[in-house]
């Protein structure tokens, strides 16, 4: 297991840019696959995108184009990058590591777009 702890979220205005960094407690360069996803009140969580240990990508199709994840394994970090965000991206936003089909959590941070 990995402790995740994320940080970066608060308010913007929409069209404005966030970026979130989930740290790890230990070395990521073997986990399976980590991500981002996020749960807005009143829904379930949903998937924001994922970036496996090969670097390959996966994005929802509602933040294709405008959000950007990456890795960085010396660091043993995950960055979100948010740009162009909208009212509906307000969420709390989390980190999530496979490690052979168990998944560990962070704590979550909101990120809110309004005026």
């Known amino acids: 297991q990995v402790q995740l702890v994320e940080s970066g979220g608060g308010l913007v205005q929409p069209g404005g840019s966030l970026s979130l960094t989930c740290a790890a407690s230990?070395?990521?360069?073997?986990?399976?696959?980590m991500g981002w996803y996020r749960q807005a009140p009143g829904k379930q969580r949903e998937l924001v995108a994922t970036?496996?240990?090969?670097?390959?990508?996966n994005y929802a199709y509602s933040v294709k184009g405008r959000f950007t994840i990456s890795r960085d394994n010396a660091k043993n970090t995950v960055s979100l990058q948010m740009n162009r965000l909208k009212p509906e991206d307000t969420a709390v936003y989390y980190c999530?590591?496979?490690?052979?089909?168990?998944?560990?959590w962070g704590q979550g941070t909101q990120v809110t777009v309004s005026l």
């Open positions: 999530n590591a496979d490690i052979l089909g168990l998944s560990s």
């Open positions: 230990r070395s990521i360069l073997r986990i399976d696959a």
């Open positions: 970036i496996t240990s090969g670097g390959t990508t």
